[in-house]
């Protein structure tokens, strides 16, 4: 699924949109209009704040977050929060996933023309429908650590919730708050406009529309929401307006059903009269779908608890700490080395904002890898290291690839991966997939390398006395494709060289220079390598690789920086690698000089708060014009939209003027000047990108007019080939047990070729993949699809990550890929809570007041979940959690049953428990042992339950009752009389059962009230006579 964003500029507004305007690209049709975009972002600014500032930092606050003032960028929320030196890439990035798949609903085959994905056509059940699924999908992602398919999955409920406020008449029925029935399980809307009701007249074709709803649809408050032409339904069916029912229009230029009685329509998604015929509302249908995006993130909250929350929001600043290291016999003086270094790293970064908030384990050795270690405890992290053992390595390769992909698929988005290993890999065949998902995750891939890493064709030695001579080239392709690196050291020099790791941990990184691939240089002058530093620069960090003989750094005065001064620090000097940090550099521009008798690389990297993040897309035409963002490889020969977003402080930059596409040598291929989207606050450039790999470099000036730069560390590849999905299909929902499969398609743009595709799952749920191997002529296509098959035993909210990965036969570089993720869950919506059963209780707490810290009590109890089944279990106050003890049990598995016991003092008698499922539901268990009534142990559903089932008796009662006497009434008369008297015995009964002659909260039959009636009756039957 590509995840758009519109950059189409139109001089004359004369377009469509279903719901909101999708995001500012559009927004210069009407300046002043909230899109889709800022909607969800102002919702998700203002619901950070809240848990912000809910929850203080507890070990050094910087300040407290000002009160009822609304953060209007995640820089200055962030930095409030956790001070200067905070990096925000994280949240920026979380906000755009929000965002781009809010916009991508109007894009997306399955949902652009699909009423129930915008409220349209009075399909207000489905639509409900809709958000419940999407909201036990996003919950699933987010419990079983999925937080990007969380966030991407909300944006497209966010979509269709907020349509609701664009579409119906919510609002002219003069409602000041949202609907509560919308997204919540159990919950129904009602009230809704029969199909055959008349609910709006003719306002005419263009410009405001008022009172065109019809007065008697709002007096009887009657949902309705307006028709869209070229609509469908998901089994194809095309959804019309009625014709001569009088029905609403959601209106517009390119909405031809506005044509149709009842001509014009409702639909406010802007507040320009040629797009939105009620755009006299539009400020309160935006107030209103901010409000229930806001609800909407608060519900989640609750669900699945504030630590799962933080990382679904982006509010998290630590990333992960990833290591794959071999565990083969000569590996042994590496472990000891990743172990030691970890600990020094954990302890120096405790309590922190660069402390990591999760951490990555995977071993490998031959043939064996895996099983991923995962936690969030640097402790518990440190305790696996350390109880790791070598073992024989068979032969001289290893799956390192395995292990990697295995790694990157537990790893947070922007994060770095560390491979130690002596070996070379026997599994190269998975490089391209382990490419495809690290630059999908932003991923970089750093090899510490010891000993030679060609293989072990010489395995009648040891790896010990190999000397570091050669690199594995696959391990070359994935460092330079995704911006990390190969380190190569020597067995001797691990320990020094794993202080890479602390180095690269560190936050607000940016680039300033990579050159790599340098050629010798002349032995007495070297070559020089510049870079800019501009005043949001603290700290410098010059890494030159391989066996150079000298290296000296000139200031921008051209002064030698001393190593005896007081800015310097040699953090590293070893036989293949030099590092050198600069504390507070003078802005302006410096110099490296580098000699070397042999191959050498140079990258210089700056603690800053400013960087950027470039995304690639393709325009895209149709009733809803935009660009849609690219997910994968970028085609070769065509022009893309490069858009430019700018993270950090960008109250320190003056202008960014030029975008620059480098070669991994540092030699500039091509220059473009950058265009701004004043209403967005973006940069942008349309081009035809080179054939030839290349990085991105933006360049302008600070606040105070020093020259500013910063270097994209990833490398870009182009493409004549492509592959995708409709990520947004809903057989992407699979359940336990289940087969499925999802379609993709494949283009050649390029000569024509033989292609080769493959699908690879860390879960083995892939089953087949047809066709698998093809011929395309240029700009032909293909579609085929994915199988998948589901074991019986799978827990619901498993997830996976499926990276296909197309490549041109014998091409070694003519590859694209696709990367998607499936979750497994219930196929239909679950709104049944968890349940309770006692099993075991001991100890009475009668008269106790002033003794009660003598006696205690317990209670054990079964939970079940039939649904999805149960995935947490905690006490309802914090202060009672010391006395629960939970058995162990396996989340996610329906019918299940998981046990807990407490056992609680009698100074403090009730207890209540909280158990969720996998899709969220709550069930809730209370017990006072103070009371003698033994039947006082019930959840809140259990009285729910029981409370209906006595009002239906009730009213059964009610009935027969009605029923009997009827039939008594009846036997009195003759039978001439008999028709019609039963005909009035009808009329009893009748009256009798309606819900306005009972009394519904005592659910107990009024016998006056009843006599009342019949007496009635027999009084009109006498007149009768």
């Not at 377009?15 to 559009?26: A, D």
């Not at 489905?126 to 966030?151: C, F, H, M, P, W």
């Not at 041109?808 to 003519?814: G, I, T, Y």
């Not at 659910?1003 to 007149?1023: F, G, I, N, Q, S």
């Amino acid at each position: 699924m590509g995840l758009p964003f519109l950059l189409v500029i139109v001089a004359t507004p004369i377009f469509t949109v279903n719901g909101f305007i999708p995001n500012s690209w559009l927004g210069l049709s009407s300046p002043t209009s909230k899109t889709h975009a800022k909607i969800s972002e102002i919702a998700i600014l203002n619901v950070a704040y809240e848990f912000l500032e809910s929850n203080p930092r507890p070990i050094q606050p910087v300040k407290q977050l000002a009160k009822n003032a609304p953060y209007k960028s995640p820089t200055k929320l962030l930095k409030s929060y956790y001070g200067n030196g905070v990096s925000t890439i994280r949240f920026h990035e979380a906000i755009k996933d929000f965002t781009d798949a809010n916009a991508n609903v109007d894009f997306d085959k399955s949902s652009k023309k699909l009423p129930s994905a915008h409220f349209d056509a009075e399909t207000f059940e489905d639509s409900n429908r809709r958000l419940l699924r999407l909201r036990q999908e996003i919950i699933s992602a987010i419990t079983a650590g999925y937080y990007k398919v969380g966030r991407e999955k909300t944006g497209q409920l966010f979509h269709t919730l907020q349509d609701f406020y664009s579409h119906s008449n919510w609002i002219e029925m003069g409602n000041h708050e949202p609907h509560h029935s919308l997204a919540v399980p159990g919950a129904h809307i009602t009230n809704l406009a029969e199909p055959n009701t008349e609910t709006c007249d003719d306002c005419g074709l263009f410009g405001k529309c008022k009172n065109n709803i019809l007065a008697t649809i709002l007096t009887n408050r009657k949902l309705t929401s307006g028709y869209c032409s070229s609509q469908k339904d998901r089994k194809g069916k095309p959804v019309v307006k009625p014709e001569g029912v009088g029905k609403c229009s959601h209106g517009g230029p390119m909405d031809s059903s506005g044509r149709l009685y009842a001509r014009g329509g409702i639909n406010k998604d802007s507040n320009n009269p040629l797009i939105s015929p009620h755009y006299y509302h539009h400020d309160e249908a935006t107030a209103l779908a901010t409000d229930a995006s806001e609800n909407i993130l608060r519900d989640i909250q609750k669900v699945v608890g504030n630590k799962r929350f933080k990382k679904y929001l982006g509010l998290h600043v630590g990333g992960t700490m990833c290591i794959v290291i071999d565990t083969t016999n000569s590996m042994s003086d590496d472990i000891t080395a990743v172990k030691n270094r970890t600990r020094k790293i954990i302890d120096k970064r405790n309590g922190t904002i660069n402390e990591p908030s999760k951490f990555v384990l995977v071993t490998f050795s031959d043939p064996d890898y895996g099983p991923a270690f995962v936690t969030s405890n640097p402790d518990i992290f440190i305790a696996k290291l350390a109880s790791i053992n070598t073992t024989d390595g068979g032969d001289c390769r290893e799956k390192s690839f395995h292990a990697l992909r295995l790694a990157i698929e537990h790893t947070d988005h922007h994060s770095t991966c560390f491979v130690f290993t002596d070996a070379s890999a026997k599994d190269a065949y998975l490089k391209k997939s382990v490419v495809a998902l690290a630059k999908y995750k932003n991923v970089k891939i750093k090899y510490l390398l010891t000993g030679s890493s060609r293989g072990r064709s010489q395995c009648d030695t040891s790896r010990h006395l190999r000397a570091v001579d050669s690199i594995d080239s696959s391990y070359a392709d994935v460092a330079f494709s995704t911006g990390g690196e190969v380190i190569t050291l020597s067995k001797q020099e691990i320990m020094a060289g794993s202080s890479v790791l602390d180095h690269s941990l560190s936050h607000s990184k940016v680039t300033l220079i990579y050159a790599g691939q340098q050629g010798f240089t002349d032995v007495l002058d070297g070559r020089s390598h510049y870079f800019i530093v501009d005043s949001t620069i603290d700290e410098l960090v010059i890494t030159v690789k391989g066996t150079v003989i000298n290296v000296k750094i000139f200031n921008p005065s051209g002064d030698l920086v001393k190593s005896t001064g007081n800015i310097f620090d040699a953090v590293l000097l070893l036989s293949n690698i030099q590092v050198t940090k600069l504390v507070n550099p003078t802005t302006g521009k410096w110099r490296v000089r580098v000699r070397s008798i042999v191959m050498y690389s140079v990258s210089v990297i700056g603690t800053s708060s400013v960087d950027f993040s470039p995304s690639f897309g393709l325009e895209h035409g149709g009733v809803h014009p935009g660009v849609e963002e690219i997910v994968g490889r970028p085609p070769k020969g065509v022009a893309v939209f490069i858009l430019i977003n700018v993270i950090g402080d960008t109250a320190k930059l003056g202008s960014i003027e030029k975008l620059e596409m480098i070669s991994p040598a540092g030699q500039i291929i091509k220059t473009m000047t950058l265009q701004t989207n004043k209403e967005m606050g973006k940069l942008y450039a349309k081009t035809i990108l080179p054939p030839e790999p290349f990085q991105l470099r933006v360049t302008g000036s600070d606040v105070i007019k020093n020259q500013f730069s910063r270097i994209f560390r990833q490398v870009v590849r182009t493409s004549t080939c492509s592959i995708s999905t409709d990520r947004s299909d809903v057989q992407q929902i699979l359940s336990a047990g289940s087969i499925g499969h999802i379609p993709f398609k494949a283009l050649n743009s390029g000569a024509p070729g033989t292609y080769i595709v493959s699908a690879i799952d860390s879960t083995d749920f892939v089953r087949d993949l047809k066709p698998n191997r093809f011929v395309l002529g240029r700009n032909e296509s293909i579609e085929g699809k994915v199988s998948f098959a589901v074991p019986k035993n799978v827990r619901y909210g498993t997830s996976s990550t499926i990276t296909l990965v197309i490549t041109r036969d014998h091409s070694a570089h003519e590859f694209n890929y696709f990367v998607f993720d499936i979750i497994i869950q219930s196929q239909e919506i679950d709104e049944v809570p968890p349940s309770f059963t006692v099993v075991q209780r001991s100890g009475k707490c009668l008269a106790l007041e002033n003794s009660c810290n003598e006696a205690n009590f317990t209670v054990a109890v079964e939970i079940v979940d039939v649904g999805t089944g149960v995935f947490n279990i905690i006490t309802a106050k914090e202060s009672d959690s010391s006395g629960l003890t939970l058995y162990e049990f396996t989340p996610g598995i329906p019918g299940s049953i998981a046990r807990a016991d407490y056992r609680g003092s009698c100074c403090q008698p009730s207890l209540e428990l909280i158990a969720t499922d996998v899709v969220g539901n709550v069930g809730k268990f209370k017990v006072n042992v103070s009371s003698e009534d033994t039947n006082t142990m019930q959840t809140d559903d259990m009285l729910l339950y029981i409370v209906m089932i006595k009002c239906g008796i009730a009213v059964l009662l009610v009935v027969m009752c009605a029923c009997c006497c009827c039939v008594v009434y009846h036997s009195k008369n003759k039978s001439g009389k008999r028709k019609k008297n039963t005909e009035i015995g009808k009329k009893i009964h009748r009256e009798e059962v309606t819900p306005d002659k009972l009394n519904p909260p005592s659910c107990v039959p009024d016998l006056e009230r009843y006599k009342e009636l019949y007496a009635t009756v027999e009084t009109k039957d006498k007149h009768a006579k």
